[in-house]
């Protein structure tokens, strides 16, 4: 059983670029979390995807905006990038109703 | 609007010392409790999930308690390996919401030295 990969491993931006991180999630999920979590912080939920639409959104702005595509692999583009997005950016992948199960994560950083 | 409050921050322990880490939780419908590890740099790994008042489970040196309104990680004779940042979050069935929103705390980060 393959677990959740994303790429890329690390990546730096400048203020006002903008970012694709992706997601594979876990062979026989169907659904995809992002999660944004700062130094020393707990996971903020960004969104969450099922069956390729949006079906849920945390407290982030509308430049914050994802994909789910048929094999269930998912992507985070994030526009106008800011200094504060600097994070390690986190996908889960579930099956509705059981446990998310989390990939290494990408360390975004803006300078 | 969910709340998650973890305690201590830090915990520092030796070998074998046991100890327990505290979550306190807000939620308008407990959907579900859930404990993560999290190494340095790396993605939350699952350990358990609570879904009831009274509910127990336990892998290795680690055991997990649920009440209305915490949850309690036990640590028995811990080892360095243990050492890592543990996280509580919760699950709200609340308003039928129909996605499944993780609300985290902030992680309590332990240190067993040998």
């Known amino acids: 059983e393959t677990g959740v990969t994303q790429s890329p491993t690390h990546l730096i931006k400048t203020r006002g670029q903008q970012v694709t991180l992706r997601c594979s999630s876990q062979s026989g999920h169907n659904t995809v979390s992002w999660y944004q979590q700062a130094l020393g912080q707990g996971p903020q939920f960004i969104f969450q995807y099922y069956r390729e639409e949006e079906n849920g959104r945390g407290n982030f702005p509308p430049r914050f905006s994802g994909l789910q595509f048929p094999n269930y692999s998912s992507e985070l583009n994030v526009n106008a990038l800011e200094l504060d997005d600097s994070a390690l950016y986190l996908c889960a992948s579930s099956n509705r109703g059981y446990e998310q199960y989390f990939g290494p994560g990408t360390r975004l950083t803006v300078t | 609007e969910d709340q998650v409050t973890q305690s201590p921050e830090a915990l520092r322990l030796q070998e074998g010392e046991s100890s327990s880490l505290n979550c306190s939780y807000t939620?308008?419908?407990?959907?579900?409790l859930f404990w993560y590890r999290q190494d340095p740099g790396k993605g939350p790994e699952f350990l358990f999930t609570l879904y009831s008042a009274g509910e127990e489970k336990e892998k290795e040196r680690l055991k997990a308690t649920l009440t209305k309104k915490e949850s309690f990680l036990h640590i028995t004779a811990p080892k360095p390996e243990d050492s890592a940042t543990y996280l509580c979050?919760?699950?709200?069935?609340?308003?039928?919401?129909?996605?499944?929103?993780?609300?985290f705390g902030q992680g309590t980060i332990l240190t067993v030295h040998p």
């Open positions: 939620v308008s419908g407990l959907r579900g």
């Open positions: 979050a919760v699950q709200s069935n609340a308003g039928g919401t129909s996605y499944e929103k993780l609300t």
